[in-house]
């Protein structure tokens, strides 16, 4: 994922001038960013502190971090399930693999 050029204090810090009435193409031009990014960072950050913007990150890096280990997990899973239903040297190894079709939801 590419890393925003702007903190999340500087973010809030933007969005807030916003709400004390500034114009959003105003602080588009004057912090260099597109209307997109101001609305999505309006979205994602609207009403939020600076303290629960770092919650949010922390909280989307550990889902980052489960989703990963998740997945190494079940392929690991995979591969043994495979190399168990195999004879040495014989076939695809995600064709022979009965229980994996099985539990992915295929026949």
Not at 10 to 37: D, N
Not at 39 to 44: D, E, I, N, V
Not at 68 to 87: F, N, V
Request: proline share 1%; aromatic share 6%; hydrophobic share 35%.
């Amino acid at each position: 994922m590419r890393k925003s050029r702007f903190t999340e204090e500087q973010i809030i810090g933007v969005l807030k001038e916003h709400e004390a009435g500034a114009r959003a193409e105003e602080l588009c031009r004057r912090h260099g960013i597109s209307g997109t990014t101001f609305y999505k960072w309006k979205a994602k950050f609207g009403g939020m502190d600076v303290s629960d913007a770092r919650k949010l990150k922390a909280l989307e890096d550990e889902n980052r971090r489960l989703k990963k280990l998740l997945a190494e997990q079940m392929m690991r899973r995979i591969a043994s399930c495979c190399a168990r239903s195999l004879p040495s040297g014989a076939g695809s190894a995600t064709g022979a693999c009965g229980r994996w079709r099985s539990a992915r939801g295929g026949t």
